[in-house]
């Protein structure tokens, strides 16, 4: 942040302590730099630079990220989820949000402040701004004035600027659904339509919108996180906070607090809110207050962590406990799921077997007394390869009649195929569990199998 010493002497000479929350009014955001800022943009740069560059390389010729909706499959670097893997996704959502608990009993909102798409693009868009439009005085000034040439020049330029990069992220988000190249075939022969148009226009308008004039609104109205925040926080958790004490001093006492009152704190805050009326609903976990206050401090020649991250352990004067029980709970359930889906995602055997029994002829008997029933069969091949498959049968005495066995499946198709089984009748069995087993017979795979339970009915 540019301060300069006569600017700091002129906010604190006017002590002005004006009037901090800005209701539904535009919140004119001041820019400041410092060691928490910098570590926001390494965050941001990283995750937005991950964001648009992962749809443009190719891994064995496919997107490193792809949802491929009408194949029904979800491509994530070498792995490809399957429908019927589905389960997997889920798991990883609800290690995400087990994720983010955690992280919130531990420092707070540090997922608002440092990794949320919304106060990524947020912050983005009002570093555009600032750089057209001024810092934080002149945008207020420029807000006053009258629309003049100057005036509208630049609002315009700014706009320009934010459209263009929400139209590269409307078709960037699109990208991870539809591969690029196709995409923008698709938008150069104007052949982009239907769900796939409804979503460019949507993500393109809403970024437009959301992170250029919606802004903090998103994080105070909509966005449910910031409400059950204290339920995820505990007297331990770290979170931005005034230290009341030795900024208020003790006027009994006659010790002089060493806040100063320059404002610079609400001024610097994309919410607009006031960190020394303590915890707030609205505070993301920014930390812009903590650098600001951090130069006012210094500048003064006192400790620059009058705002800082603190327990309200800490602030009571009690000491903060790193290791506590819901910090191993969250840790545990973390360590299971992740587990648990590496584990799944390792020993699969790349190959699956799908059955439906033909249920229009439930059984027919055979001229020589033996009883025959109808299947469908999917077989999926899962992997990057080809694969060569024996179809057998398990717990059941009786043979299998189909004109593929083996059959060669490429990688990832599914293989739809018709096959009788036949049994000698059972006395006294009506119906009778076995199982049909996919055995994967070339040679890179020999021996992996999958099998699938169904049913034999010799009678009604
Ligand atoms: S807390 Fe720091 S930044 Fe805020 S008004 Fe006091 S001295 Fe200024
Ligand atoms: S109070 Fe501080 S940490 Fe909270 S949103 Fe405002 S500037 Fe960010």
New binding site residues.
């Given amino acids: 942040m540019c301060l300069m010493n006569k600017e700091l002497k002129q906010e604190e000479q006017k002590n002005e302590n004006k009037p901090v929350v800005y209701g539904r009014k535009k919140i004119f955001v001041r820019h400041v730099w410092g060691i928490f800022q910098k570590k926001r943009w390494i965050s941001f740069t990283f995750f937005a630079s991950l964001f648009y560059i992962l749809p443009w390389i190719r891994i064995n010729g496919r997107q490193p990220l792809l949802f491929d909706i009408p194949a029904r499959k979800f491509h994530i670097f070498n792995v490809t989820i399957w429908p019927q893997e589905i389960y997997l996704l889920t798991l990883t959502l609800i290690t995400a949000a087990i994720g983010l608990f955690f992280s919130t009993a531990v420092v707070g909102r540090v997922w608002c ?1 440092y990794l949320c798409p919304q106060t990524v693009f947020t912050s983005i868009f009002l570093e555009i701004e600032r750089l057209i439009l001024g810092d934080r005085p002149a945008q207020m000034k420029l807000a006053k004035v009258p629309m003049t040439f100057n005036k509208f020049i630049k609002l315009m330029l700014r706009n320009i600027i934010w459209g263009i990069i929400a139209i590269f992220t409307g078709f960037t988000f699109m990208s991870y659904f539809i591969p690029n190249n196709e995409l923008i075939d698709r938008i150069i022969n104007g052949n982009l339509s239907g769900w796939a148009l409804f979503w460019f226009i949507l993500i393109s308008v809403f970024t437009f919108f959301d992170a250029g004039f919606f802004r903090e609104q998103f994080c105070l109205v909509p966005c449910p996180y910031g409400r059950f925040q204290g339920a995820l926080q505990d007297p331990n958790s770290l979170v ?1 906070t005034y230290d009341k004490k030795r900024g208020e001093g003790n006027k009994n006492l006659g010790i002089k607090g060493d806040c100063i009152n320059c404002n610079l ?1 609400v001024q ?4 607009g ?1 006031d ?1 020394r009326n303590g915890a ?1 609903f ?9 650098d600001v206050c951090a130069i006012v401090q210094q500048k003064k020649g006192r400790s620059p962590d009058l ?1 800082r991250y603190a327990s309200e352990n800490e602030m009571k004067g009690l000491k903060t406990k790193i290791i506590r029980p819901r910090l191993i709970i969250y840790a545990a359930i973390l360590t299971f799921l992740i587990s648990f889906i590496l584990f799944k995602i390792i020993t699969r055997p790349g190959f699956d077997i799908e059955i439906t029994k033909n249920r229009s002829l439930m059984y027919q008997k055979m001229p020589d007394g033996s009883i025959s029933n109808m299947y469908f069969v999917k077989v999926l091949n899962m992997s990057e390869e080809e694969q060569m498959y024996m179809i057998k049968l398990k717990d059941l005495d009786g043979s299998i009649i189909t004109g593929e066995n083996p059959l060669k499946v490429k990688s990832g198709d599914v293989h739809d195929l018709t096959l009788t089984v036949v049994s000698k009748p059972i006395s006294n069995e009506a119906i009778s569990k076995f199982s049909l087993v996919l055995e994967r017979i070339d040679e890179k795979g020999k021996g992996k199998s999958v099998e699938e339970r169904t049913t034999f009915l010799y009678h009604e």
């Avoid at 609205?282 to 903590?290: F, Q, S």
């Fill in positions: 402040g931005v704190c610097v805050c994309p919410t809110i960190i707030q609205e505070c993301i976990g920014c930390a812009r207050c903590i705002i």
